[in-house]
Nanobody, 128 residues
Framework: QVQLVESGGGLVQAGGSLRLSCAASGRTFSRNAMGWFRQAPGKEREFVAGIGWNGISTYYADSVKGRFTISRDNAKNTMYLQMNSLKPEDTAVYYC?????????????????????WGQGTQVTVSS
């Protein structure tokens, strides 16, 4: 059974930092694009950041560019999201996602429909 499990969420003051992890099990995603999405109360799930399987190609939503950094360790089948300079508007449930299909090393997608596997989410709350 394929599972993606997020961890590292919590409550932090504005300006603080958190590091999210997404551990995959049941299959390897070392040749698959992965990404982070988030969903705030009353809003649709939105793209945050994506990374190609080579770990070099990355893509960010404008709202987090320069503050968040996505990375991955294929040997550990794990993806990370380093979040700095957090703002109250970053408050949301954060989900990791993985593409079931193996694409090019530099392939990254911001589309929810591209990702077939999803974690259960981890809550990030930023207080003002």
């Amino acid at each position: 059974q394929v599972q993606l499990v997020e961890s590292g969420g919590g409550l932090v003051q504005a300006g603080g930092s958190l590091r999210l992890s997404c551990a995959a099990s049941g299959r390897t995603f070392s040749r698959n694009a992965m990404g982070w999405f988030r969903q705030a109360p009353g809003k649709e799930r939105e793209f945050v950041a994506g990374i190609g399987w080579n770990g070099i190609s990355t893509y960010y939503a404008d709202s987090v560019k320069g503050r968040f950094t996505i990375s991955r360790d294929n040997a550990k089948n794990t993806m990370y999201l380093q979040m700095n300079s957090l703002k109250p508007e970053d408050t949301a449930v954060y989900y990791c996602a993985a593409d079931a299909n193996s694409g090019g090393a530099y392939f990254v997608s911001a589309l929810r429909s591209q990702y077939e596997y999803w974690g259960q989410g981890t809550q990030v709350t930023v207080s003002s």
